[in-house]
């Protein structure tokens, strides 16, 4: 399978499918297929019912994923100005993806997912959802804006805006946190909800939110 | 600050703090900041606005113009984006140099940087219903020395104009002028132009429009007494030199 970036404002990633060969991604960010690429449903398992029904429901996480099978060409969008990475995950390596930015990964990357808590104060309970692949294989992912990556050291921290991470390595920890803004009562009401991530891995930041309305 | 630019399609703006080193940025657009970078709150008042024209200024209905920026203390780096497409442009103020800066653009400025929000023009226009509204020019007016960070919607084209030039802009498209640039809002109509304030060149700081500017609008926008209008309306800025106009495409 090759997976090839369609570079432009709003990239697109072109993955080229030998027969029976089949990758899979969310459903609705197709822009093209060949007609000789046929569609299947891949089913999210993982967590039973509850857990199924929360990140679907709360998280917006899709039941099902899409699966392109070949032989032929398929090309796929997140509709969204920004950069894309292919990335080739090594035997086991981990890698965590902000929800909403995975564009394809190859049928034999097992799918998982991550929840990381918010903080908990009124109005951000809710943190959010990561798409977990493990290596090997190739996954495509899109980033909103432009692409900062980071290799942190063992227990180096950097912290970051919460909508601006894109990926992490399994073995960094994300934690959310509110940092005070300044002192007293006041600092506290009027605290940044921040992400902290500490190392060792590699780490990746999108210059936009993609959770902001009017993102692109 | 040691400030760069960080990326083409959204860029981040990447500012290196030396030890006890401060920077000022509107509230919630850190991208990322190292550990040892200490946050804390500044008030507007800490910097000499003082809580009633803050007050007048957010009164005014589309001001976004906060009560606090947030102040970094390094050493270390930090890194801020407005979530836009466009350039950011990294500028350094003379000791006394002035700018007026359309607000909502600004991204970070040295804390020897003076800081004054104000309103630089303001415009009427009707409605369907017939309903007279006003719009305002905000600006962030910053004084050297020291340097700021802003970003554009789009691209930045920049003039320098001299001792009596004149140029005219769109309302939308102006994003900063130096304090030497006379600005005055009015309206093309049909070729001919309309003062569309009742303040003439010059910055304004709020006052309605008073009846000569509500006479104006019945002129202008109104499309009523006096003005055979018949063809397109358009809020236009006119500027006289001397002095720097800067100009973003975008909206």
């Known amino acids: ?216 | 600050m040691r400030a760069d630019t960080v990326g083409g399609i959204t860029p981040a703006v990447l500012v290196n703090l030396a030890p006890g080193e401060k920077i000022l940025a509107a509230h919630e657009i850190m991208l990322y900041k190292e550990p040892q970078i200490q946050l804390h709150r500044r008030t507007m008042k800490s910097l000499g606005v003082n809580t009633s024209h803050l007050m007048a200024m957010r009164g005014r209905g589309d001001s976004e113009e906060g009560y606090f920026f947030a102040e970094f203390e390094g050493p270390g780096h930090v890194s801020f984006s407005r979530d836009k497409g466009g350039e950011v442009r990294i500028q350094h103020l003379q000791p006394g140099e002035t700018i007026r800066l359309r607000s909502g653009h600004l991204m970070c400025f040295d804390e020897s940087v003076r800081y004054y929000p104000m309103v630089q023009g303001q415009w009427y226009t009707t409605n369907a219903n017939g309903d007279q509204e006003t719009h305002y020019l905000f600006a962030d007016e910053l004084t050297g020395p020291g340097t700021i960070v802003y970003q554009s919607h789009g691209n930045l084209l920049s003039f320098s104009l001299r001792p009596g030039e004149r140029m005219r802009t769109s309302v939308l498209g102006l994003l900063a002028t130096s304090n030497t640039v006379q600005l005055a809002i009015n309206w093309l109509i049909g070729g001919s132009t309309v003062s569309a304030s009742n303040r003439g060149f010059g910055s304004l700081m709020g006052g309605g429009g008073g009846l000569l500017g509500a006479a104006l609008q019945a002129a202008a926008g109104g499309g009523g007494a006096g003005v055979s209008s018949g063809g397109v309306q358009i809020p236009v800025i006119d500027l006289v030199g001397p002095g720097t106009v800067v100009v973003h495409s975008g909206v």
């Open chain 1, 1 to 216: 399978m090759q997976l090839e970036d369609i570079k432009g404002l709003v990239p697109t990633v072109l993955a080229t499918l030998a027969p029976q060969e089949s990758i899979y991604c969310e459903h609705g960010i197709m822009l093209f297929k060949d007609p000789t690429v046929s569609v299947g449903r891949k089913t999210v398992q993982g967590g039973g019912l509850l857990k199924t029904m929360e990140r679907t429901t709360v998280g917006g996480i899709p039941f099902f994923l899409t699966e392109f099978i070949g032989p032929g060409q398929v090309g796929l969008s997140r509709d969204g100005v920004g950069e894309l990475r292919v990335i080739e995950l090594a035997p086991n390596e981990v890698l965590d993806v902000f929800e909403g930015s995975l564009l394809c990964a190859e049928a034999h990357v097992p799918y998982d997912m991550l929840y990381v808590k918010g903080t908990n104060r009124p109005g951000r309970i809710v943190g959010f959802w990561m798409d977990r692949l493990t290596g090997p294989g190739k996954i495509a992912l899109h980033g909103y804006g432009n692409i900062i990556s980071f290799t942190l050291a063992p227990q180096e921290v950097v912290t970051c805006d919460m909508g601006a991470l894109l990926y992490k390595s399994g073995s960094v920890q994300a934690v959310t946190k509110n940092l005070p803004f300044g002192s007293g009562l006041l600092g506290k009401l009027e605290s940044v909800e921040v992400l902290e991530l500490i190392g060792p891995g590699k780490v990746a930041l999108q210059s936009i939110d993609p959770r902001q309305p009017n993102h692109s």
